[in-house]
């Protein structure tokens, strides 16, 4: 099998493939986005029992621009655990999410998403209103479910907007 790096290299491969190929492609890229849309529709909607359907059972994370605690490998439960701790002290969240690329290699592919995340917080000091600009690099394993993020490494190219209350809330995670 082609393993294949680039969107380019992917495209040149299935415009040569099989109806079958093109086919099998094309489900299985729509199932991924369905996935990226879905997580980002649960974290807005706060519903955390259905964001779970996101994850395999372990997910390796890097969210330090945003909650610190540096690159860990976690049980998806509990990344879902803190996904709720934080988002529900919020009175409100939108996440437009954007994948610029996906790459399939059989049961495994990778995903960089542009995202633009407001979050909206009543009770801050100062403005409730902080705006966080930038990216997800994520992995995915096709299983028996469908396809489940397995990988999330987060950029931030900019914010702005009222950090300290994102600060605050990130600081309540420090049990989780």
Not at 158 to 170: A, L, P, R, T, V
Request: proline share 2%; net charge negative.
């Amino acid at each position: 099998m082609t393993e294949f790096e680039t969107t380019a290299e992917q495209m040149a491969h299935i415009d040569r493939a099989s109806l079958e190929e093109k086919v099998a492609y094309l489900l299985d890229r729509v199932q991924i986005t369905d996935v990226l849309q879905r997580y980002g529709q649960c974290v807005d909607t706060h519903d955390f029992e259905r964001l779970r359907t996101c994850y395999g059972d372990t997910i390796e994370v890097d969210h330090s621009p945003t909650i610190g605690m540096g690159r860990m490998r976690i049980p998806a439960d509990r990344w879902c655990a803190m996904a709720e701790t934080f988002h529900s002290q919020l009175d409100g969240d939108e996440h437009i999410l954007i994948p610029q690329s996906i790459v399939i290699n059989g049961d495994r592919a990778s995903c960089h998403m542009l995202v633009h995340a407001s979050h909206f917080y009543r009770q801050a000091n100062g403005s409730p209103f902080q705006t966080l600009v930038g990216t997800y690099d994520l992995d995915l394993v096709k299983t028996a479910d469908g396809w489940k993020i397995c990988r999330s490494i987060q950029g931030v190219t900019w914010s702005e907007g009222n950090w300290q209350f994102h600060n605050d809330i990130k600081d309540s995670l420090a049990g989780s």
